[in-house]
């Protein structure tokens, strides 16, 4: 089936969401993360992508190219509220919701640091240095199955 969103499409409608009231703010590191995670677990739970672009296993952790190319000059500062945030229907909206209520929690580098240390950016490096440059597609079905293994253990933890 194929994804009704671009990366851009999520990169903007998690900018449009968080709760910059609160004092929310997101860089271009955890925007990517944000986006990883949501296509992830787009992918484990629904058997569906968000989006139909590769994720690419760089340095600093999974990455979209294009949301690269789009906020490339933002460097580590906090990236702006879009003038407009698209349209996403409700079932994806949710989940949406769902990655940014236990995702947004952490600090980019957390997230980076969780990225790392998850079988699918892994095996996308291999045995590349930790800083060495690569544009690696991580596998979709990896991540199907790794975040889908990870659902259901603890789904079936006791308490």
Same mark, same amino acid.
């Given at each position: 089936?194929?994804?009704? =969103? ?8 998690f ?13 271009? *590191?955890? *925007?990517?993360?944000?986006?990883? =995670? ?18 690419q ?17 933002? @460097? ?9 945030? #698209? @349209? ?17 929690? =952490? @600090? ?21 240095? #930790? ?19 990870? =659902? ?8």
């Amino acid at each position: 089936m194929r994804a009704k =969103y671009t990366a851009t499409d999520i990169a903007y409608w998690f900018l449009g969401a968080i709760d910059r009231d609160a004092g929310d703010a997101v860089t271009h *590191l955890k *925007l990517q993360k944000l986006i990883y =995670y949501a296509q992830a677990w787009s992918l484990a739970r629904r058997n569906v992508p968000l989006f139909d672009e590769e994720l690419q296993a760089w340095a600093h952790g999974p990455v979209a190219e294009s949301v690269f190319q789009e906020f490339r000059g933002s @460097s580590w500062d906090a990236l702006p509220a879009p003038k407009t945030v #698209p @349209s996403i229907a409700e079932v994806d909206e949710s989940q949406l919701r769902d990655i940014l209520d236990v995702y947004g929690e =952490y @600090s980019a580098k957390q997230l980076e640091r969780m990225t790392h240390s998850e079988a699918p950016w892994l095996r996308a490096r291999g045995d590349i240095s #930790p800083e060495a440059r690569s544009n690696t597609v991580i596998d979709k079905g990896l991540m199907a199955q790794f975040y889908r293994d990870l =659902y259901d253990r603890a789904e079936n933890e006791p308490g």
